[in-house]
Structure formats: structure tokens, C-alpha cells
């Protein structure tokens, strides 16, 4: 029974986290269908779900292609619990495109293509600084289309 | 509330035909295999999935490409919905929820919207056979009845719905599913356009087949989160490089890094040359992409 007690402690807790993981992700697509959505009007949503749980310190990349001749929006959408991030758009020899830190924060930028070019999202939430609190909240990286 | 309920009879009617139209009762399907071990291994991969993302365009992005590059609308070579039935396996589920995807979003843009309606009732069997219900439902079928005749609304409605399947199973950890998915809608796009531009050859549509050499990239890079831990993935990853060697003839697009400004908006990719095929390159990808495609629905 001794034995037993630390399985069944760590199969509970693994449980937990794995549900905890579940619970926020489908929070996470809430916050991107309610918040970021509509947001990206007049284009319409290109239906990709790029989205992740990431706390201070930590990067999302998001790799994409721009058709020539079509527009587009590409908005990074950040649950109020992260506070503001910083990302940016790079072209395929890393040059910034664009860039939004997040002391001064754009949430979206739009542009149009003149050849099919591929591009990077780059995203990276600021240190944590000193508090001993660390929020993890959710990042949705979205693309819209004009038709 | 009498006067609402027998309003829609009619809805349900229709819904109910749409259902029997493709096809009966689920068969007895085998199931794919979705390894729930946390070794070291797969926490590397949840890791690299989890930030890391490749944005292929969706089913509907590239009918929209299609149409503004002149293509026609040919229903005979969408996959049959009677087909709908073959699919017991989870993998080739997947994969066809991705091709009937596709071609929902096809008969949506050219706004054809009886087949869009048939495709819709194999697209649900589908998810629904994947245990995807709460994200494509009945009450899905009945919005899109109710705005039949709103073309805009019902692009909206299909748009919503591929995304919230392609969100709940990543959500579920079950983006192998997920990716296969997309895998089978990216290649039954390429299909249609091949397919469209051997009776419809037009510039433009070559050019937004030769600028597919990119998605597949991402797509390739997408599959390969997962090539290790699952056989189907890894058997559709050998199609996508097949297709790469033969994309790898075609002059690469994507050599314009100007950016400029035009009316406020920023210009990026100023001074690329546009994409082209040449007739053997064409010729080459609309075989083997319909070879592959065969594979998939068959």
C-alpha cells in the first residue's frame, strides 16, 4: 500500500496537469474566437489557429506565406493576465519588416504582396522581472485575408 | 414558439436529407494510433510544436486564390460523397476531411451551394467519426441551411467551422490528426488546380500553382513535428517530398525583398519576379498530385 500511494499521487497530479492543459487550450481558443477575431475585420480570417500558453521569456514563431498581389493583416492578440508582448515580422533573410515592443504596442500591421514572399511572426513576452508571480496566459497569432 | 417550431420543419427535413444523402450508419473503423507516453521524446516534440507553428493556407484561402486567378468551377472532379463510407480508418478520416473540406470550400467560393451542402453533411460524418461533434454539429448544418442564399454568410460559417475542428483537436492533443487534415486539404487544392488548369490553363493559374512550392514547405515542416511517432504521417510526408523534387524544378518566387509604401499600405516583395511553370512541370505536378491524391480518397 506505501508502494501505491506515490503512483497514485504522481498519476493524479499528471492527470491534473494534463486536464489543467486541456482546459486552458480550449481557454485560449475562447479568447482568440471572442477577442482577436473580430478584430481582424474587414479581412476575413484565413482559419489557421496559431495560438499557445507562453509565460515571461518565452518565444512563438509562426512561419507563412504572402500571396502576390492579395492583403493581409497579421495580428498578434495576447490575453490581458500576459500584460503586452513584443513581436515582430521578418522576411526570409531575417530582415524586420515589422515590429511592435511592448512598451509601445501595435497589435496589428497590415500589407500587401507584390510577389509571393515567405515571412516569419516572431513573438517574445518580456522577463517577469522581479515579481515571484509568473502568469502564463495565451498568445494567438492570426492572419486575415482580403477575397 | 409553435409558429418557430414549425417553421423549422422544413430545416430539419432538409438537414435530414443531407444526411441520408451521404451515405448510413458509421462502419466499424480501426483507430489511429495516438502514443499518450510522456517520454522525453514526445515532451521535445509538444515543446516544438507548441511554438513553432506553420501557417498553411486554409481550404478556403486558396479556392479564393483560385477564382481570382480566372479558374472554372468543374464539380466531376471533386471526390464522390458516396465515398464518404470507404473511410474506416482514423488516418484516411482525417485525410478526407481534409480533401471534402477542400471541396466544400471550392463549391462555396463559385458559389454552388446544393453541392456545398452535400459536402458540408460528409465533412460532419467525418469529424464526427473523429469525435469532433462539439465543434461541427447539427446545428452547424441547420445555421448554413438557414443562409443558403447568403453566400458571404455561408463562407463565414465554414470558415468558423474548419476552425474551431482544426482548434479542438490541437487542443486535445490530437494534432497528428490535425495535420492530417491540412495535409489532405492543401493536396486536394493542388489537385483541383491542376485538375482546373489542364482544361483552363491561364497564367495566373499557373502561377498560384507554381507558388504552392512555399506552402509545401510549411507543410512539410508541419508533418515533420511528427514523422518519428506516427506511420501515416510518415507515409504522407514521402508524398509531400515526392512532390517537393518535382516543385524543386520550378524557379524558386520568392526573390523580392523591396519593401515599399503604396496609399499607406507597406508593399513587401517588391521586385520579385512571378512564379511560373513550364508545360513538363505542370504536366509532372498534376499527375503526381492526382497519383497521391487517388491514395487518399480510394
Known amino acids: 500500500m506505501r508502494n501505491v500511494r506515490p503512483i497514485l499521487v504522481k498519476t493524479l497530479l499528471t492527470g491534473a496537469v494534463l486536464v489543467s492543459a486541456v482546459v486552458a487550450n480550449a481557454q485560449c481558443r475562447s479568447f482568440a474566437k471572442n477577442k482577436c477575431v473580430p478584430e481582424l475585420a474587414p479581412f476575413k480570417f484565413n482559419e489557421t489557429f496559431n495560438a499557445a500558453q507562453l509565460a515571461p521569456g518565452e518565444e512563438a514563431e509562426v512561419n507563412l506565406t504572402f500571396y502576390s498581389g492579395q492583403e493581409y493583416r497579421v495580428m498578434v492578440c495576447t490575453h490581458p493576465i500576459l500584460g503586452e508582448v513584443n513581436w515582430k515580422l521578418v522576411d526570409e533573410n531575417n530582415r524586420i519588416v515589422f515590429e511592435s515592443l511592448a512598451d509601445e504596442p501595435k497589435h496589428h500591421f497590415d500589407l500587401k504582396a507584390a510577389s509571393t514572399v515567405p515571412m516569419k511572426v516572431i513573438v517574445w513576452v518580456p522577463g517577469a522581472g522581479k515579481s515571484d508571480m509568473v502568469h502564463v496566459g495565451c498568445v494567438a497569432i492570426m492572419v486575415g485575408f482580403k477575397e | ?298
Open chain 2, 1 to 298: 414558439m409553435i409558429a418557430m417550431r414549425t417553421n423549422l420543419w422544413p430545416v430539419y427535413l432538409v438537414v435530414a436529407a443531407f444526411l441520408t444523402a451521404c451515405g448510413g450508419d458509421p462502419p466499424a473503423q480501426d483507430t489511429l494510433n495516438v502514443d499518450n507516453g510522456l517520454d522525453t521524446a514526445k515532451d521535445e516534440r509538444i515543446a516544438k510544436t507548441k511554438k513553432i507553428f506553420y501557417s498553411i493556407p486554409s481550404p478556403m484561402e486558396t479556392a479564393a486564390l483560385l477564382k481570382k486567378a480566372g479558374a472554372e468551377y468543374n464539380s466531376k472532379i471533386l471526390n464522390d460523397v458516396k465515398n464518404v463510407d470507404k473511410y474506416t480508418a482514423a488516418s484516411q478520416q482525417a485525410l478526407n476531411l481534409g480533401v471534402y473540406g477542400a471541396d466544400l470550400s471550392y463549391a462555396s467560393v463559385f458559389n454552388h451551394t446544393q453541392e456545398s451542402m452535400f459536402y458540408t453533411s460528409c465533412s460532419r460524418k467525418l469529424a464526427d467519426r473523429l469525435g469532433v461533434m462539439s465543434a461541427f454539429n447539427d446545428s452547424t448544418l441547420e445555421l448554413m441551411q438557414a443562409n443558403m442564399n447568403d453566400r458571404d454568410a455561408l463562407l463565414d460559417i465554414i470558415s468558423e467551422t474548419y476552425w474551431n475542428v482544426d482548434a479542438y483537436l490541437k487542443e486535445n492533443g490530437r494534432d497528428n490528426i490535425s495535420a492530417l487534415m491540412i495535409a489532405g486539404g492543401w493536396v486536394e487544392g493542388l489537385y483541383i488546380a491542376t485538375q482546373v488548369s489542364a482544361t483552363n490553363d491561364t497564367p495566373d493559374l499557373r502561377q498560384r500553382i507554381a507558388e504552392q512550392k512555399l506552402s509545401l514547405n510549411d507543410l512539410v515542416g508541419l508533418l515533420g513535428s511528427y514523422e518519428v511517432e506516427d506511420a501515416r504521417l510518415t507515409a504522407v510526408m514521402a508524398d509531400m517530398k515526392a512532390l517537393q523534387a518535382l516543385f524543386a524544378e520550378v524557379a524558386d518566387p520568392a526573390n523580392g525583398n523591396a519593401v515599399t509604401e503604396e496609399n499607406g499600405v507597406t508593399v513587401v516583395g517588391g521586385g520579385g519576379a512571378l512564379a511560373t511553370l513550364t508545360d513538363a512541370q505542370l504536366t509532372a505536378i498534376r499527375d503526381k498530385a492526382a497519383a497521391i491524391r487517388n491514395t487518399y480518397i480510394n
